[in-house]
């Protein structure tokens, strides 16, 4: 069999570029288990060879880009604030109230 033509060349590795890690790492397996096979014709020798160097380098590209997503700090979320309620007249009352009794607190404190 001949060696790739450039067009095969740059589909496979397009098709291993996208494969995920655990496929390359299956696929880099296979690669090898083939090149160790006795009984494999010879023609068939450059292309599995071809093919493993590249998968190993996209192997090395993706663990990295793997490594950088998980580096990377999470995006930090804000939870939005929460909207004022406008009080009704009758808290509105009981905080007056309040405030009243507080200054007659204070005016008995000041007397004795």
């Known amino acids: 069999m001949e060696p790739f033509t450039t067009e095969e060349e740059a589909s496979l590795v397009g098709r291993l570029d996208t494969l995920s890690v ?5 696929y880099i397996g296979s690669a090898k288990n083939s090149l160790g096979n006795h ?3 010879l023609t068939w020798r450059p292309r599995i ?13 993706a663990v990295a880009a793997a490594a950088l997503v998980e580096a990377a700090p999470a995006a930090v979320v ?6 004022s309620r406008s009080k009704s007249k009758k808290a509105i009352a ?6 009243a009794d507080a ?5 008995a404190d000041a007397a004795v």
């Open 22 to 26: 655990s496929s390359l790492e299956s």
């Open 78 to 83: 804000e939870a939005p604030a929460p909207k």
């Open 103 to 107: 200054d007659v607190d204070a005016d």
């Open 39 to 41: 009984s494999l014709a």
């Open 94 to 99: 009981a905080d007056a109230s309040a405030d």
């Open 49 to 61: 060879e071809f093919a493993l160097r590249h998968a190993e380098l996209a192997l090395v590209k």
